[in-house]
């Protein structure tokens, strides 16, 4: 399969070449190579699903903060304090795929010889798509819990104006047997940030509810959330939509994120810019082995019976039966793996110049 472009200039282009191309510009800014290698499979694997707000797209976000000196690419990643059953691991303002990497590994490890399992992660940044690390406990045997605090507060609490907290995702896995595990990968905003900045770099406009403007109103222009001090939603939108919901999962995230980690919280003074060359970002992973409640195999029947019974949902279109968490994910997948993964013409382009400004192979041609 080779690039093409479609009618709306879109280029679609195989998964090993953007891996091919994150790699590149990440070597280019110093990034040691066997992290070069594992950010760039998460980062390409959240583009893989259709998680388009966490892959490729993220390298102008990345370029802006390693210019301010906000993150540091070439760093060492250490354990800092440790027991049978919890760690700590200081990312040293590095990405944060490493360091997860090495905390999902440690849960599984952990969890499979003491039952359960958690690790804390401090002085990180952007850690990609938070279910990538749930769906490797899922993979073992584990159900698996993550959590991430973000780069600054931009989520307005209901009822305020002023942004307090970050997107603060929070993903679950489950496994199965016969069914893909069950995979839930959600912000506990009405959106992901990326895709405002998505919609932003297209020239697009936002369905009402993504954002506000300063003021506390509903806008459909991106701009005014990127540079006009504009707020996100916490998820539900409004406080007649459920958004206090939203808002009280942000909060339990910021507090799962940071407090355990020591990481700095997001609504604090000068959070991200109290240490150069960090975001002072804090990641949580919890996982548990399910034979410590119930004998081997019987959990993972459990949660098969309970996908079954939603799938027999009877839907209200026809053509669109119900799904569970993870199965959207699991359809574009295997889409993609024909179709390539989209590059739209304006991240393209940024892309492009950020190579050239970088000295980096640009392969998406």
Same mark, same amino acid.
């Not at 104006?161 to 993903?171: D, F, Q, R, V």
């Given at each position: 399969m080779g690039h093409r472009v479609d009618e709306n200039d879109v280029m679609w282009a195989p998964q090993e070449v953007v891996q091919e191309q994150i790699a590149a510009i990440l070597t280019a800014w110093g990034m040691k190579p066997e992290h070069v290698a594992a950010t760039a499979e998460v980062m390409v694997d959240a583009d893989a699903c259709g998680i388009d707000t966490h892959g490729i797209s993220m390298l102008p976000p990345y370029d802006d903060r390693r210019r301010r000196n906000v993150i540091t690419l070439d760093v060492g990643v250490e354990v800092v304090r440790e027991t049978p059953t919890t760690a700590l691991i200081d990312a040293g303002g590095g990405l944060g795929y490493v360091p997860s990497l090495l905390a999902t590994k440690m849960c599984i490890d952990k969890a499979k010889a003491m039952g359960m399992a958690a690790v804390a992660v401090r002085e990180s940044a952007h850690f990609g798509a938070t279910g990538y690390y749930t769906r490797l406990m899922a993979a073992a045997g584990l159900v698996g819990i993550a959590t991430t605090n973000g780069s600054g507060p931009r989520t307005a609490p209901t009822f305020g104006?002023?942004?307090? +907290?970050?997107?603060?995702?929070?993903?679950f896995a489950a496994p199965t047997k016969r069914h893909e595990a069950f995979s839930l990968d959600m912000a506990t905003t009405t959106v992901a940030a990326g895709k405002i900045r998505n919609k932003w770099n297209e020239g697009q406009r936002l369905p009402i509810g993504w954002a506000n403007d300063a003021d506390g109103n509903a806008s459909d222009d991106p701009e005014v959330y990127v540079s006009r001090g504009g707020v996100q939603t916490?998820?539900?939108?409004?406080?007649? +939509?459920g958004s206090h919901k939203g808002y009280g999962l942000g909060a339990m995230v910021e507090i799962l994120s940071a407090s355990f980690s020591g990481a700095s919280l997001v609504s604090a003074p000068n959070h991200g810019s109290n240490k150069p060359g960090s975001m002072e970002i804090g990641h949580f992973f919890l996982a548990i082995d399910p034979t410590q409640f119930r004998e081997a195999g019987e959990f993972e029947d459990s949660t098969d019976e309970l996908i079954d019974m939603l799938h027999a949902t009877k839907p209200m279109d026809p053509d669109q039966p119900v799904m569970v968490a993870g199965e959207p994910e699991n359809i574009v997948r295997e889409e993609r793996k024909t179709t390539g993964i989209p590059i739209p013409p304006g991240l393209r382009g940024q892309i492009q110049e950020i190579a050239r400004q970088s000295n980096a192979a640009f392969v998406l041609v």
């Open positions: 104006k002023e942004g307090k +907290l970050s997107t603060n995702p929070i993903a916490p998820l539900g939108g409004s406080r007649e +939509l």
